[in-house]
């Protein structure tokens, strides 16, 4: 069984700049979700995304946009990139469903190193 | 809104030391409760969970117990090996969804742990 891949593993961009992350679920899982990590803090939630849809987003602006393609694997663009944008960007993925009561574990991938000089 | 407060860290121990360190939590809802563990220049790990008051959730020989009346869920250990040094993350997650999302998670800050021989 493969787990979470994330792509690349660390990236140098300059302000203003676009960026794009990858990520590859876990066999078997539907659902990805994204988390920016800054230095010293705890993950905080981008968005998720279900069956190619986004099924709900954290307080991030619209310049932070995503994609789920047919295979379930993910990407997280960024536009017009912020100094504040450097952080750690993890991907997590899970089997879950749109308004789902339970909790499903989520599983991360090692995460893209993003810094914005 | 729902937020996860653990104690600032770093926090040393020698091997063999008795571990405790504290999550507090604010949540409307009736949330699932978490204890995730980050190694260096890896991704997340769920190192436990519990889901109901009470409960208590264990592995590797951490404990952590679901205190409703207290908003707490302190992580555990007896007798710490080096090998545990790592960043820990306390998180919860509202069974009801957040943003729209299912089961999405907020951290905290995260402790992080050194253990000396």
């Known amino acids: 069984e493969t787990g979470v891949t994330q792509s690349p593993t660390h990236l140098i961009k300059t302000r203003g700049q676009q960026v794009t992350l990858r990520c590859s679920s876990q066999?078997?899982?539907?659902?990805v979700s994204w988390y920016q990590q800054a230095l010293g803090q705890g993950p905080q939630f981008i968005f998720q995304?279900?069956?190619?849809?986004?099924?709900g987003r954290g307080n991030f602006p619209p310049r932070f946009s995503g994609l789920q393609f047919p295979n379930y694997s993910s990407e997280l663009n960024v536009n017009a990139l912020e100094l504040d944008d450097s952080a750690l960007y993890l991907c997590?993925?899970?089997?879950?469903?749109?308004?789902?009561?339970?909790?499903?574990?989520?599983?991360f991938g090692p995460g893209t190193r993003l810094t914005v000089l | 809104g729902d937020s996860v407060t653990q104690m600032e860290g770093p926090v040393t121990l020698s091997e063999e030391a008795f571990l405790t360190i504290n999550c507090t939590y604010t949540?409307?809802?009736?949330?699932?409760l978490f204890w995730y563990v980050q190694y260096p220049g890896e991704g997340l790990q769920l190192l436990l969970k519990?889901?109901?008051?009470?409960d208590k959730g264990s592995n590797k020989g951490f404990e952590a117990t679901y205190r409703k009346e207290t908003t707490s869920f302190h992580l555990e250990k007896g007798s710490v090996q080096v090998s545990d040094s790592a960043v820990y993350f306390c998180?919860?997650?509202?069974?009801?969804?957040?943003?729209?999302?299912?089961?999405?998670?907020?951290f905290g800050k995260g402790t992080k742990l050194s253990v000396k021989p």
């Open positions: 997590a993925s899970s089997l879950g469903g749109r308004g789902a009561s339970s909790y499903n574990e989520q599983f």
């Open positions: 066999s078997g899982h539907n659902t």
């Open positions: 995304y279900y069956r190619e849809e986004e099924n």
């Open positions: 949540a409307t809802g009736y949330p699932s």
């Open positions: 519990a889901t109901k008051a009470d």
């Open positions: 998180a919860l997650t509202d069974p009801r969804g957040y943003g729209g999302s299912q089961g999405n998670l907020i």
